[in-house]
Each structure stands twice: as structure tokens, then as C-alpha cells.
């Protein structure tokens, strides 16, 4: 299993969630809330309203997102949809935990509660250059007060 960060349309109540729970593709387990120990830009950028998480280290904000720990079916899918390595690119980075799914349970996730942990996440550095003039946000909404709506890939 491998811990991965999410941070826009497959986080919980987004257009792309479906997924996530989707067994065919491979396991999910929500493990809680987090946020980047470092800062990022966070755009939503093109035609479809794609958010992206710019890889640009100790600009931007602190972004938000929720932490799933996934099974090597699940984390083929991801690769897959997240055009991983031209789109984005699946990286370790540091993630703070902000809220640990069944706090105060055994093992692993009391011990990291808290703490700091190292997920997978898919940022990007293969981005137009005037992305990085975008506004920044600190968390992803598809329906925010940002009004960029995402499109579905099925709806392009």
C-alpha cells in the first residue's frame, strides 16, 4: 500500500471522487486530512478548469487535501489518469496531517496523528508559463467562489 495525496477533483464531494471509490479500479482507504508542509501554487487552469498543483517549492500556500492510503491497482489507475509523466508527475512530498480518520485508534495512524507524513502527490512541471501568474489558491473546490467550474472528461 502507498500513501497518496489528493488535492482537487478526486477529493471527497469533488466531480472525480467516483473513483476513488470505485473498487474495479483498485483500493482506496481514506486515512484523513492534510496539507503540504511546503508551499505550492495551486492554479486551475485551461479550458476544462483543471486544477494543478505547480511544482514550484516555497511559493503559494499550504494546500489542502485528503490523505488515502492505495493499493498498486489503484495507484496504476491514478498514473493513467493523472497522464502521469507528461501531465503531472507523481512525487513524494511532505504532508502534514491535519486530522487523522478514527483518531485516538491503534498503530500506524495514532503514531503519525499530527505528525508529518510522505505521500505520493501529482504536481506538475510541465506547465505553460503563465500558469505561475494564475491566482494561487489553498484549496480546491469544482463549484468555489473561483467560478471556474471543472468539465468532466466525459462532458469535453
Known amino acids: 500500500m502507498a500513501r497518496v495525496f489528493v488535492y482537487g477533483t478526486l477529493k471527497k464531494g469533488q466531480p472525480n471522487y467516483k473513483h476513488m471509490i470505485n473498487t474495479a479500479k483498485g483500493l482506496a482507504k481514506f486515512q484523513g486530512r492534510g496539507r503540504t508542509v511546503e508551499k505550492y501554487p495551486l492554479v486551475i487552469a485551461g479550458k476544462y478548469n483543471i486544477p494543478y498543483m505547480l511544482n514550484i517549492p516555497g511559493t ?3 494546500v489542502a487535501g485528503e490523505i488515502y492510503s492505495v493499493d498498486d491497482q ?55 508559463p503563465e500558469w505561475v501568474g494564475l491566482p494561487y489558491h489553498d484549496s480546491y473546490d469544482s463549484s468555489g467562489k473561483h467560478g471556474l467550474s471543472y468539465v468532466l472528461r466525459e462532458s469535453r
Open 60 to 62: 503559494g500556500h499550504h
Open 74 to 128: 489503484m495507484l496504476q489507475f491514478l498514473d493513467e489518469f493523472e497522464g502521469c509523466p507528461e501531465m503531472y508527475q507523481r512525487t513524494l512530498m511532505s504532508i502534514e496531517v491535519v486530522e487523522w480518520e478514527g483518531k485516538g485508534g491503534v498503530g500506524e495512524g495514532r503514531a503519525a496523528a499530527e505528525g508529518i507524513v510522505e505521500c505520493f502527490v501529482y504536481s506538475t512541471t510541465t506547465y505553460p
